[in-house]
């Protein structure tokens, strides 16, 4: 079987539920409840979505988000959102590093965080220069979208570790 890739104007998509569209294609098919996941989410953020059914099966494959007219871009943008919801840092308040525990005392999208850091070259990503993504000590995920955005006294506190 050969994969569906999507491309420029040749679906639309309905937004069903926080995660899930409906896509019709141009040539009458329809695909219910897909969801939209991304195939390399730490760097691929516009390329590549794959649009998985209720089983896990994919139906079809987005190349390039910035190939789609701007409302289904949107739908599958906020869907995807919604899916890998990463807070995004925009200052850091604090940084304390004491018996091998780097603690961040940051402000995000979504509120106050305190993110804590044992293993300092898994927990922190510098990716393309500029986007920085943490990981904490139970897993959660944060991003720094472009680390030149920030505060000089909140860019300062991280560099010492990228």
Sequence with gaps: MSRLYIDNDMARFTRKDITLVDMELYDGRRFTDLEPRRLFPLTGLEKYITLLDTEG???????????LPEND??????CLEEYYLIPKITRI????EKFGLLTFYVET????ATIEIRNIVHGI???YRTRVLLR???DNRYEIPDINRL???????IELFL
Aim: contains cysteine; hydrophobic residues 25%; positive net charge.
């Design 73 to 78: 871009r949107k739908i599958i943008e906020e």
């Design 109 to 112: 999208d979504k509120g106050d």
């Design 57 to 67: 099966n994919e139906q079809a494959i987005i190349r390039n988000l910035s190939t």
């Design 93 to 96: 308040a604090d940084c304390k």
């Design 136 to 138: 904490d000590n139970n």
């Design 151 to 157: 505060d000089k006294k909140s860019r300062s506190k």
């Design 125 to 127: 990503k510098l990716m």
